[in-house]
Nanobody, 119 residues
Framework: QVQLVESGGGLVQAGGSLRLSCAASGRTFSSYSMGWFRQTPGKDREFVGSISWSRGSAVYADSAKGRFTISRDNGKNTVYLQMNSLKPEDTAVYHC????????????WGQGTQVTVSS
């Protein structure tokens, strides 16, 4: 069973940067598409971006384009979310997710890491 553990969250001032990591257990990490999502209290979970398993190509939500970058290191079973030019509205719990069954849907989720951006 795959498990995902996020890390790297914290408190940062507006305009600053953070890099989140998501470490996955399991031997077939390189075959999973991975995604990042975020959630704030009272709001639906929001898609941030994803990275494919095959070519490592990434797609982003409009709110993340130009500021966030997703990458993966299959040798370390880890996916990263580099966040630059952070804004207070980026404050949320960030979760990574994996499509372990390759069905186009995320079936495994991490517990999340809190990101707080102060103005």
């Amino acid at each position: 069973q795959v498990q995902l553990v996020e890390s790297g969250g914290g408190l940062v001032q507006a305009g600053g940067s953070l890099r989140l990591s998501c470490a996955a257990s399991g031997r077939t990490f390189s075959s999973y598409s991975m995604g990042w999502f975020r959630q704030t209290p009272g709001k639906d979970r929001e898609f941030v971006g994803s990275i494919s398993w095959s070519r490592g190509s990434a797609v982003y939500a409009d709110s993340a384009k130009g500021r966030f970058t997703i990458s993966r290191d299959n040798g370390k079973n880890t996916v990263y979310l580099q966040m630059n030019s952070l804004k207070p509205e980026d404050t949320a719990v960030y979760h990574c997710a994996a499509d372990t069954r390759q069905r186009g849907a995320y079936d495994t989720w991490g517990q999340g890491t809190q990101v707080t951006v102060s103005s």
